[in-house]
């Protein structure tokens, strides 16, 4: 145990004396050593921060394009195109191209109550445009505006759509009571005729 102490002692003490031997050169060089360690760390820090920025707005685009690209066929219809479409100010917020695009997309799609062939075709226009210019953001550059116009939408996906929206409309929450009165009074109406019948 008292070799412990006395070899560290003797280890403290040439600590000390390399310290006093060391001159301002040294001194510097240490700083230097240590500063360059933490700007290192620091900087890649950054970068790293920076390119998952990148990597975040990259895929908030990709899934707008993907988003709309897949329900084109269905428009405003599809709640999830109806967001996409929303988003767009926000996550194209520095291309003034796509916005462009965007405002001629919403104003094609106002007060279409009886839309005539022309009306469509501007529509189908519209978006195209649209999807096209989010592509070259994303830099998918060489796309065919020809292929935009063509799609796949079977029929049984329109009425798997048809009959999602009329279970919605029946089960909702105000035609609910509507749909029990129904009920109950199908339900009398039985009774009744089973009582007739005996």
């Not at 916005?99 to 094609?108: C, G, P, Q, T, W």
């Not at 029929?155 to 609910?176: A, G, K, P, W």
């Amino acid at each position: 145990m008292n070799e412990t102490v006395e070899i560290s002692k003797e280890s403290i003490q040439s600590l000390a004396e390399l310290i006093t031997q060391l001159g301002l050169k040294d001194w510097l060089s240490l700083i230097a050593l240590f500063l360059s360690a933490i700007i290192a760390v620091l900087i890649g820090q950054y970068l790293q921060h920076r390119k998952e920025k990148r990597n975040r707005i990259y895929q908030n685009k990709f899934s707008i394009f993907s988003t709309i690209l897949g329900l084109r066929h269905s428009r405003a219809s599809n709640e999830n195109f109806v967001i996409a479409i929303n988003q767009i100010p926000i996550v194209f917020h520095k291309n003034a191209d796509v916005l462009k695009k965007l405002d001629r997309f919403i104003a094609s799609h106002k007060d279409l109550i009886s839309p005539s062939e022309k009306v469509v075709e501007n529509m189908n226009s519209d978006l195209n445009d649209l999807v096209l210019e989010i592509a070259k953001d994303l830099g998918y550059s060489n796309i065919d505006n020809n292929v935009m116009k063509s799609f796949y939408y079977p029929d049984s996906s329109f009425y798997r759509y048809q009959s999602d929206l009329i279970y919605t409309h029946l089960y909702s929450v105000e035609n609910f009571p509507k749909l029990e009165a129904l009920r109950k009074k199908s339900g009398s109406i039985k009774k009744s005729e089973e009582l007739e019948e005996e």
